[in-house]
């Protein structure tokens, strides 16, 4: 409750007090929102009833990792489990997916990417440095950056058998329960701990959409 007010004092001060003035300052306005997304939330399972006296959004609370399909005719269909939740970042993730592809899935893929972070509000993070609510052109390119083709995929997917690179065959691809390390290099600064919305739409080089998923989370 203490918590919510002092920020809604804060959003309201940086974001919404400058508009009413039309003060053109879209800079500080940016970095107002990059310095609330920046700040870590107590993810909103842990407030107790008391904490919440007056409902501030009508938004869903975030209470499990909850990873939806957009996207039921396109495709590609995939379930995917993330442990532990809430996540703990850097640290040892668990995954564990399945995929089904029934085209070959061939280059140039367009993947759009939005993130919304729960700061009272769900707050939208700009792309930064091609990080957060990105739109890139070609996914299979930015594989091949990452995974050199002259060199196996990365554990756990050459456990499994599992490609790295487009195109990807039409078929079924299964991620046995795997255990992933995320270090603390490049992890941007706005993910810090708290609630997250995360939207992944992938387009063909026609525009068709192969694939939607949304994903709820929480970071600890
Ligand atoms: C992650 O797991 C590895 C090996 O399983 C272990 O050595 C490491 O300490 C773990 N890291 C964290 C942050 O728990
Ligand atoms: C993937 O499929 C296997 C076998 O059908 C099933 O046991 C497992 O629970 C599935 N995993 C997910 C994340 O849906």
Redesign the pocket.
């Known amino acids: 409750m203490q918590q919510h007010t002092k920020l809604t004092v804060v959003i309201f001060m940086t974001l919404v007090v400058p508009c009413i003035l039309g003060y053109n300052q879209e800079k500080e306005n940016f970095i107002a929102l990059m310095k609330l997304l920046n700040t870590p939330q107590k993810p909103e399972r842990y407030f107790s009833p008391v904490d919440v006296k007056f409902p501030v959004s009508e938004q869903p609370t975030v209470t499990e990792f909850n990873w939806k399909s957009c996207g039921p005719s396109d495709p590609i269909s995939a379930d995917v489990v993330i442990l532990p939740d809430p996540l703990v970042i850097?640290?040892?993730i668990s995954v564990e997916a399945n995929a089904t592809l029934k085209v070959d899935v061939v280059a140039p893929v367009k993947v759009s990417l939005t993130i919304k972070k729960k700061v009272l509000v769900w707050l939208p993070i700009p792309c930064i440095d091609g990080v957060g609510s990105c739109v890139y052109d070609d996914v299979c390119e930015m594989l091949d950056t990452m995974f050199p083709p002259s060199q196996p995929c990365p554990a756990p997917l050459a456990t499994y058998n599992l490609p790295c690179h487009c195109p990807f065959k039409a078929g079924t691809y299964t991620l046995p329960k795997s255990?992933v390390?995320v270090e603390d290099t490049g992890i941007p600064s706005w993910l810090s701990s708290g609630d997250y919305e995360i939207k992944v739409v992938a387009q063909d080089s026609k525009g068709s959409e192969l694939a939607c998923f949304s994903a709820t989370l929480s970071l600890k």
Do not use: E, M, Q, R
């Open positions: 850097p640290g040892n255990d390390v």
